[in-house]
């Protein structure tokens, strides 16, 4: 592992950490910190800094970094920002191995002594190997190493995964963490890369690409200084891990004179795109669709040609994806003389028995619908399979079947699923078969269909995209 | 009330409602229609009919209808399609106001029989006023009357509300059913239309128009055989109540040949688009944009103008909505010199304080949020308001200031909103605040933001149709 690497690893992984403006007051940021650091379980050491105190939740507090007899790996910084080049001096005197700053007021703020101070701290930490985490962030969390470096505390209520997620917004880590919550999508780290002293997107990347723990990278933003290196070191890791991209801004927001000039909005979204594209970084253009995608990303082997089956037990759904099957790119295929056979033996011919699949008639029969969904599986020319079940008591028994693909880890192609049924009827299940990586479940047949869409985009982009 | 409107308003209000086909038997249908209508708490008169049974669910059961010492308002039947006729001609006999015909096998198999059948019933049942919900439907139900004749017990666990759906898919008044429980959202009737013997969607939207439950109607479609019909009733009603419909099945499923003219596909897509436009309903692409503007339509007063206000305590989510506004044919408006005073004194220099306002300096402060909140409702620019704010357990305390404005009931804009926190820490005032028709909440920013989009499409519409 080279410094760097080495650097970043030291970051996100701290045996102890102090917080530089620790607090008793609930009213400061400082105390929210401390919070998620002692709510979150970590397991190293918490040392409070403040001149003030003697005791901040039960720990003792030092007055400055610069009097602890112990080291320290990791330094987060809640003071105001005049203050902050004489703490990072103290920093590094320390030998501390990483800082997140999450205090703002920097390059962001009208006042042009924001820049000032920015390149200040710059010029400080880049004679260091050591990698700053902001200024202008929430922080950062590393939910494998139980390391809540921001101030908010319910970021530890995420289930550990493999997404790691590096972001511009705090408000959109926090809203993606929300709603990841509600739906069970685990992360392995969360990263809110705030102004990038010196670690940026290309740097959490590269970080990201080496990290055993992560599998999916996923990325908002709203602005790029450096696009190049993005796109350069994304180019070097072509393969390794599926990169995702979401990025706003792309209207000319508040300027009257050119809002009516509405083409040069999709100008600018689709000159993003492009270049994503051309990196082989997967650009998406919702919170909910970079949720969806790196859900199932992570939950689901790849398809390995643009061929789906959609098998539904009602029409309307079916119906419904095939459509944004057929706009996405995805290719409605028929299915194999065999496979044909198998789903006549099994539905009646008042069923609709060719692609879309209406499995209506064997929606009470867990048997039938296996039988028909192994079938799929088997067929050549299927390289992903859209299931839709719609849950409630007059079919609820025909879902125990479904667990019998539990047993059948062998299958190599998605599984995108839209099982839905009323509130606890059906939620423990699904929760089963998404973690033994059965399938990936999402709330409607159009988002489950948008998913395979964006698959399919992702493996095309690996075979089109060079090898930077 | 002319007699058609009199027969559907016993059809969906009877006092007495007779199972033909009621079963104990879990297997069958009639066992869950049985299950729907008592415990779903009907509180007129369920009289199950089966010759080979004494009680059902300890209900006396009678072997025939013609056998009833009572007279029969509704009548649900379950039984096989052969039977349906004789059945029918007795129903008919015995005087019953309305039949939910849920029996499938009929026009929609292959066999010319189905369809044969089908027009016996309609030449028995046309010489009548008796309305038909039905052939091959799970049913429907009336939320304010407690009558579930469904075969789906679950769909009692929905909230009552104002917004009445119109189905051609079973499935999908299922999934958007189960997905309404997860987000509260009530309905007053959900019908099935199934093959639609006497019928269809006209009847239907006539019906609702006069149905002081039903505010706002929802109509999902997969092929309409009379369009006309549909459309110049709902011409009739301009303005009375808004519809909103979702038309799958515009893709060239399964048809190789014209497969790769994609071209065709947004034809199609194109043709019904406009068609709806021109009768004043507003047309949706998949069912959470159906839910999502029906819950609007629903909670919310329409906008009176395109000018939209996005207030954001996060930069992130506000650009991603202003994206979307502008996009969607919304005017990103400049604030009064009045509004923008007001923000100017309430947020520090270093916010933008221009539209999208980034209230982050007021993250804390609920008066401050209110503060702009209220100026940005005064500003005469501003049509609608979209509100973003992440809570968590930094920033919890601020959420209840917001309930300030549920003394505010004056407000006449519509107030969209993304309130999102992790899960219990704020979800019973974001629901006390829709109870009370302060705000309607979505779960990210841009389903918020594409709802406003879709309020303002609607008023567009309203200027645009004239009158039928």
Same mark, same amino acid.
Not at 216 to 228: K, N, Q, S
Not at 229 to 250: F, Q, S, W
């Given at each position: 592992?080279?410094?760097?690497?080495?650097?970043?690893?030291?970051?996100? /992984?701290?045996?102890?950490?102090?917080?530089?403006?620790?607090?008793?007051?609930?009213?400061?940021?400082? &105390?929210?910190?401390?919070?998620?650091?002692?709510?979150?379980?970590? @397991?190293?050491?918490?040392?409070?800094?403040?001149?003030?105190?003697?005791?901040?939740?039960?720990?003792?507090?030092?007055?400055?970094? #610069?009097?602890?007899? *112990?080291?320290?790996?990791?330094?987060?910084?809640?003071?105001?920002? $005049?203050?902050?080049?004489?703490?990072?001096?103290?920093?590094?005197?320390?030998?501390?191995?990483?800082?997140?700053?999450?205090?703002?007021? &920097?390059?962001? +703020?009208?006042? @042009?002594?924001?820049?000032?101070?920015?390149? %200040?701290?710059?010029?400080?930490? /880049?004679?260091?190997?050591?990698?700053?985490?902001?200024?202008?962030? &929430?922080?950062?969390?590393?939910?494998?190493?139980?390391? /809540?470096?921001?101030? #908010?505390?319910?970021?530890?209520?995420? $289930?550990?995964?493999?997404?790691?997620?590096?972001? %511009?917004?705090?408000?959109?880590?926090? =809203?993606?963490?929300?709603?990841?919550?509600?739906?069970?999508?685990?992360?392995?780290?969360?990263?809110?890369?705030?102004?990038?002293?010196?670690?940026?997107?290309?740097?959490?990347?590269?970080?990201?690409?080496?990290?055993?723990?992560?599998?999916?990278?996923? =990325?908002?933003?709203?602005?790029?200084?450096?696009?190049?290196? =993005?796109?350069?070191?994304?180019?070097?890791?072509?393969?390794?891990?599926? +990169? +995702?991209? *979401?990025?706003?801004?792309?209207?000319?927001?508040?300027? %009257?004179?050119?809002?009516?000039?509405?083409?040069? =909005?999709?100008?600018?979204?689709?000159? *993003?795109?492009?270049?994503?594209s051309q990196a082989g970084i997967l650009a998406l253009n919702n919170v909910e669709a970079l949720l969806d995608t790196a859900k199932a990303l992570a939950g689901s082997p790849l398809p390995n040609g643009s061929g789906v089956a959609i098998l539904s037990s009602q029409a309307g759904p079916g119906i419904a994806a095939a459509d944004i099957c057929q706009m996405g790119g995805l290719n409605m295929v028929s299915f194999t003389q065999e496979t044909q056979d198998r789903i006549n033996d099994i539905l009646p011919p008042l069923a609709l028995r060719t692609n879309p699949v209406d499995m209506g008639p064997a929606w009470y029969d867990s048997e039938a619908v296996v039988g028909i969904l192994q079938a799929a599986m088997r067929d050549e020319n299927v390289a992903g399979i859209l299931l839709f079940m719609m849950f409630a008591s007059a079919n609820v028994d025909s879902i125990k079947g479904l667990s019998f693909l539990l047993k059948d880890r062998g299958q190599k192609k998605p599984l995108i699923t839209c099982l839905s049924a009323p509130p606890g009827i059906w939620d423990e299940q699904v929760k089963q078969l998404e973690e033994a990586a059965v399938l990936v479940n999402f709330s409607t047949p159009e988002r489950a269909a948008r998913v395979m869409v964006n698959l399919n985009r992702y493996r095309s982009l690996m075979i089109e995209v060079p090898k930077g």
């Open positions: 592992m080279d410094t760097k690497m080495s650097s970043m690893n030291n970051l996100f /992984n701290p045996e102890s950490v102090a917080v530089i403006g620790a607090s008793e007051n609930s009213a400061k940021l400082g &105390f929210h910190v401390m919070l998620s650091l002692t709510k979150g379980g970590f @397991p190293g050491m918490i040392i409070p800094i403040n001149p003030g105190s003697k005791e901040i939740m039960g720990l003792k507090t030092f007055p400055s970094i #610069t009097e602890l007899p *112990y080291e320290i790996d990791l330094a987060i910084v809640v003071l105001p920002a $005049r203050m902050v080049s004489a703490i990072f001096e103290e920093c590094l005197a320390k030998g501390v191995k990483g800082i997140v700053l999450i205090t703002a007021g &920097f390059k962001e +703020i009208d006042d @042009p002594k924001g820049t000032d101070l920015h390149e %200040q701290l710059a010029s400080i930490v /880049n004679t260091t190997h050591v990698p700053v985490i902001g200024p202008n962030t &929430f922080g950062m969390i590393n939910l494998h190493a139980r390391l /809540n470096a921001s101030f #908010t505390p319910e970021f530890s209520l995420l $289930r550990k995964g493999t997404i790691g997620l590096i972001s %511009q917004s705090g408000g959109m880590c926090h =809203l993606l963490s929300f709603m990841a919550m509600r739906d069970d999508i685990g992360f392995s780290k969360i990263v809110g890369i705030g102004n990038r002293l010196n670690v940026d997107f290309a740097q959490m990347v590269d970080y990201l690409m080496h990290d055993p723990d992560t599998g999916v990278i996923a =990325l908002y933003m709203e602005g790029i200084d450096r696009p190049r290196e =993005l796109i350069d070191t994304v180019k070097t890791y072509k393969d390794k891990k599926p +990169i +995702i991209a *979401y990025k706003t801004g792309i209207g000319d927001i508040g300027n %009257q004179a050119s809002r009516s000039h509405t083409g040069s =909005l999709a100008g600018v979204g689709e000159i *993003y795109s492009g270049a994503f």
